[in-house]
T-cell receptor, first 113, second 115 residues
Framework: GQQLNQSPQSMFIQEGEDVSMNCTSSSIFNTWLWYKQDPGEGPVLLIALYKAGELTSNGRLTAQFGITRKDSFLNISASIPSDVGIYFCAVQNYGGSQGNLIFGKGTKLSVKP | DGGITQSPKYLFRKEGQNVTLSCEQNLNHDAMYWYRQDPGQGLRLIYYSQIVNDFQKGDIAEGYSVSREKKESFPLTVTSAQKNPTAFYLC??????????????FGEGSRLTVL
């Protein structure tokens, strides 16, 4: 099936630093999403992108939908300890064995106070 | 409050036993999903259901079974045929396509450990 390549796999940063992660695909997708999973919890949607080239912010988070529709990035500015968790990119699929969403393998973020 | 509830949160099982994980939602969503999460593997789809009395296999359905007799409920049975069942299991729900904008609502997960 389709795969998303998410990088980096993990990040260890100091509180206050900015963070950048990205996600690429070999196929075109028309909806890109970013989820965050707190330790021991289920993922929660952070940002949804529906238009190529779109740049969307949610507080300290900014995400962009690549113009080629094959990639997206997520930036976190001035990180704080509660940013710790796993960040997943996802694209909207339309059924098949991968269901309605295809997820990347995640970027695990650790923040040192 | 509306939400999605999984139980139990922690479960221990002996090899050779079947175990059923519960998932209930009161969000009036048509679609429900089961994912398995292993460290570094992301979220892998086990089964999903777009409507009552219908479900489809995901990428890793072998050794699992589901039912969808009610809109609110989508239980997952981990059978003895599943060779490596120790994992974190996540249930989710959403609107059906085409109304689905990509947002899945997840439960808090069930951690299954096989002894």
């Amino acid at each position: 099936g389709q795969q998303l390549n998410q990088s980096p796999q993990s990040m260890f940063i100091q509180e206050g630093e900015d963070v950048s992660m990205n996600c690429t695909s070999s196929s075109i997708f028309n909806t890109w999403l970013w989820y965050k999973q707190d330790p021991g919890e289920g993922p929660v949607l952070l940002i949804a992108l529906y238009k190529a080239g779109e740049l969307t912010s949610n507080g300290r988070l900014t995400a962009q939908f690549g113009i080629t529709r094959k990639d997206s990035f997520l930036n976190i500015s001035a990180s704080i300890p509660s940013d710790v968790g796993i960040y997943f990119c996802a694209v909207q699929n339309y059924g098949g064995s991968q269901g309605n969403l295809i997820f990347g393998k995640g970027t695990k973020l650790s923040v040192k106070p | 409050d509306g939400g999605i509830t999984q139980s139990p949160k922690y479960l221990f099982r002996k090899e050779g036993q079947n175990v059923t994980l519960s998932c209930e939602q009161n969000l009036n969503h048509d679609a429900m999903y089961w994912y398995r999460q292993d460290p570094g593997q992301g979220l892998r789809l086990i089964y999903y259901s777009q409507i009552v009395n219908d479900f489809q296999k995901g990428d890793i359905a072998e050794g699992y079974s589901v039912s969808r007799e009610k809109k609110e409920s989508f239980p997952l049975t981990v059978t003895s045929a599943q060779k490596n069942p120790t994992a974190f299991y996540l249930c989710a729900s959403s609107h059906r396509l085409p109304a689905n904008t990509g947002e899945l609502f997840f439960g808090e997960g069930s951690r299954l450990t096989v002894l």
